[in-house]
């Protein structure tokens, strides 16, 4: 069955702790992605990549960071989470051709008190 | 800079209705649009894609119609059904990127 596992679902962190969401995909695609979703503005993107070592800037990276070692693998690390990143995180994956379809984790509620 | 937008922002109808949901974009170079389902709490499940050279696609009860020339993008649901209530998103990719843009979604409640 065609997946992509976020872990953990839920969290509770305190502001300057170090965290790392992971993000696994198993159905060989080269394309990933985290958004943050939150009321009233949406979805926006935070990091993609294109394929294994190839990451780039989405709309809102500031605070974040991210890898890509494996390809099936693309961790989002919040190295000094503030209260600001409060929010519900997606990970995404897909091909890079126009006719691929976006498959979405399931999410993971972070909250940073 | 492409903007998506999707009115109403809410809509509720009884069981039964056909309805549309909308969603405009700004900027017509654009590789695929892409509707999605959301459920209260859950992850996005991909109903419909349209690629760029195409005009619409269907899937059951489901139409989706592109028209880039306008910026326009339909989502028609046939006969629908207290289970079609969620959050429906389009989202479109622009040409010579790997972003996909999202509207901020129509939340769908069907009555029984």
């Known amino acids: 069955e065609a997946q992509v596992t976020q872990n953990p679902r839920y969290l509770i962190t305190v502001t300057g702790k170090k965290l790392t969401v992971t993000c696994s995909q198993n159905?060989?695609?080269?394309?990933m992605s985290w958004y943050r979703q939150d009321p009233g503005l949406g979805l926006r993107q935070i990091y993609y990549s294109m394929n294994v070592e190839v990451t780039d800037k989405g709309d809102v990276p500031e605070g974040y960071k991210v890898s890509r070692k494996e390809k099936r693998n693309f961790p989002l690390i919040l190295e000094s989470p503030s209260p600001n990143q409060t929010s519900l995180y997606f990970c995404?994956?897909?091909?890079?051709?126009?006719?691929?379809?976006?498959?979405f984790g399931e999410g993971s509620w972070l909250t940073v008190v | 800079k492409q903007e998506v937008t999707q009115i109403p922002a809410a809509l509720s109808v009884p069981e039964g209705e056909n309805l549309v949901l909308n969603c405009s974009f700004t900027?017509?170079?654009?590789?695929?649009l892409q509707w999605f389902r959301q459920d209260p709490g859950k992850g996005l499940t991909s109903l419909l894609l349209?690629?760029?050279?195409?005009r619409e696609q269907t899937s059951g009860r489901l139409n989706a119609s592109l028209d880039k020339s306008s910026g326009r993008s339909t989502l028609y649901i046939a006969a629908s059904q207290p289970g079609d209530s969620a959050t429906y998103l389009c989202a479109v990719r622009p040409t010579r990127t790997y972003k996909y843009i999202f509207g901020t979604g129509t939340r769908l409640k069907v009555l029984a």
């Open positions: 900027d017509s170079a654009i590789y695929n």
């Open positions: 159905m060989n695609h080269e394309y």
């Open positions: 995404a994956s897909s091909g890079t051709d126009s006719g691929n379809t976006i498959y």
């Open positions: 349209i690629q760029s050279s195409q």
